[in-house]
């Protein structure tokens, strides 16, 4: 006796023959009468089948389990579940390892989706399929798809919500992926493996993991932690495209970027050469100074030059994602950690005890990773006064603090150069801009180029004249735009000094 659809008359309930019933069911593989037990189960099942008949729109070709015991061979809840997770934002990268693991020799699958699957949050495959067989309330359906980016430039369509059913030489299995979802209070990625037995689907889940690592979509990207698990871009990442810079537009002084060159790319192009000396490659970098010298403009050169490096930046609210930022750096490495102002948290306290500094956090962190791992951190602070307490506290964390000054007047006249190209400046003119800007940055000289630019274009010219640049250069050094110098970081004649 099975379940009908009610539609004959009968109430719910429908006579089967043996044949249907060990087609749907199984052969018993006893042959001995029923025991107490068994027949207090079956009676069980019968008024379960009486009290929740099916519904009168009942497709059994939509049954959810009747397809996976179709594929399985055998009933789903007889099959060991074996579940793995993964942060939310790893949806494309665990749908990208089913992929390239269904992709192996004498492998397939075909993808189904699942339909009236309300509240599923907190769902098992377990509480799922037993749902599905006692009250038909999950069915086929279309498969959930969530658009992701990848790169800065580049989504791809991950399945958030379906059932692979695979096979593997005469092996048949089923996995369920689910992503991320606010909406059913599921904030990470879920892999469920039912399988013939336990091993097989530890063994898939391993492999799993290993792919997720080996095409991990994070690999030499540029990435920000945005300070917020659900935010634009992928969970709490944000892609960025890689700088694409060359020595020429780069100002320090002599010899600078040299210095910083060895420590960041020349450790990078000689790594093998360290650690056959025993030598390790986790180091730290300190660019200080005033703000607008150019310390963030040296990092984006940097960043230009180790194009397989991964790079993760901390600024702001994001800084706080150390932990998350330094665990990927440890999978993605070779990798960079970009921690931008660092004063601003010199005092602020972490989201636990709060009795240590963040920055602390920070340092440890570092240390944490290990001296065979080749990873970069590079720092930036306007106010190196604020960090030395701690550093001095943590030796070791970082191997070099370079100071990105204001630039000489060699260097204002190479600014002035970079960034004027277009005005066709002559000596003179040059020389009395270099002489009149002492004290200013480069972000004062790029302000200074292109409000000589605007002047000339509300006199309706498409040449910037020597006047243009004088009457903007007389705005910027006067009394009035006082606090615009300030915030473009120039410490020129006649301004109080900050400290």
């Known amino acids: 006796m099975g379940e009908s659809d009610g539609s004959d008359g009968s109430d719910g309930l429908e006579i089967v023959s043996a044949a249907e019933y060990e087609r749907r069911y ?62 939310p934002y790893d949806l494309p990268n665990v749908h990208l390892a089913l992929e390239n693991w269904f992709a192996g020799e004498g492998r397939s699958y075909e993808l189904i989706g699942m339909r009236g699957a309300q509240n599923r949050g907190d769902l098992t495959l377990g509480d799922i399929l037993e749902a599905a067989d006692r009250h038909d309330r999950f069915t086929i359906g279309a498969v959930d798809y969530a658009h992701l980016p990848i790169s800065a430039d580049a989504e791809l369509p991950c399945v958030s919500c379906g059932f692979y059913l695979g096979s593997e030489g005469e092996d048949r299995f089923a996995v369920l992926l689910r992503g991320p979802a606010d909406e059913y209070g599921r904030d990470k990625v879920e892999i469920e493996v039912l399988a013939r037995d336990k091993e097989f689907a530890d063994r898939l889940l391993a492999q799993l993991d290993v792919l997720v690592r080996e095409h991990n979509i994070f690999r030499g990207q540029v990435l920000s932690f945005e300070g917020s698990e659900f935010g634009h871009g992928l969970g709490p990442f944000r892609f960025h495209r890689r700088p694409a810079l ?24 000689r790594r093998e050469q360290l650690r056959a000396a025993g030598q390790h490659l986790r180091r730290g ?94 720092l930036t602070t306007n106010r190196a006064d604020l960090l030395e307490p701690a550093l001095v506290q943590r030796p070791g964390r970082v191997d070099l603090a370079v100071e990105i000054p204001l630039p000489d007047a060699p260097g204002r006249a190479r600014l002035l150069t970079l960034y004027g190209t277009a005005l066709d400046l002559d000596e003179e003119i040059a020389a009395e801009v270099v002489t009149r800007t002492e004290g200013t940055t480069a972000s004062f000289t790029k302000e200074l ?13 498409a040449v910037t004249e020597p006047a243009d640049l004088r009457a903007a250069l007389d705005e910027l050094l006067a009394d009035q735009d006082r606090l615009t110098r300030r915030l473009l970081g120039a410490r020129g004649a006649g301004d109080d000094d900050p400290e």
């Open 246 to 269: 060359t020595r020429e537009d780069i100002v320090l002084p002599e010899g600078l970027l040299e210095r910083v060159e060895r420590q960041v790319v020349g450790v990078a192009r």
């Open 285 to 378: 970098l300190l660019l200080y100074g005033p703000p607008g010298t150019g310390k963030t403009h040296t990092i984006r050169y940097l960043l230009s030059h180790l194009p397989q490096f991964t790079v993760v930046v901390l600024s702001g609210t994001g800084i706080d994602a150390i932990g998350p930022a330094c665990a990927l750096a440890r999978m993605l490495q070779p990798a960079l950690v970009v921690l931008e102002d660092c004063d601003l948290i010199a005092e602020a306290r972490d989201h636990g005890s709060g009795e240590q500094p963040l920055l602390f956090q920070i340092l440890n962190e570092m240390d944490g990773l290990g001296d065979d791992a080749d990873v970069a951190f590079l």
């Open 449 to 461: 180029v292109r409000r000589s630019v605007l002047i000339a274009a509300e006199r309706e010219s």
């Open 26 to 87: 199984g052969a018993r593989r006893d042959p001995s009468p029923l025991s107490i037990q068994e027949i207090g189960d079956l009676f069980h099942q019968f008024l379960a089948a009486v009290a929740r008949p099916k519904p009168k729109d009942h497709d059994p070709a939509r049954n959810l389990t009747e397809r996976l015991r179709t594929h399985l061979g055998t009933a789903p809840a007889d099959r060991p579940v074996v579940k793995a997770a993964y942060p």
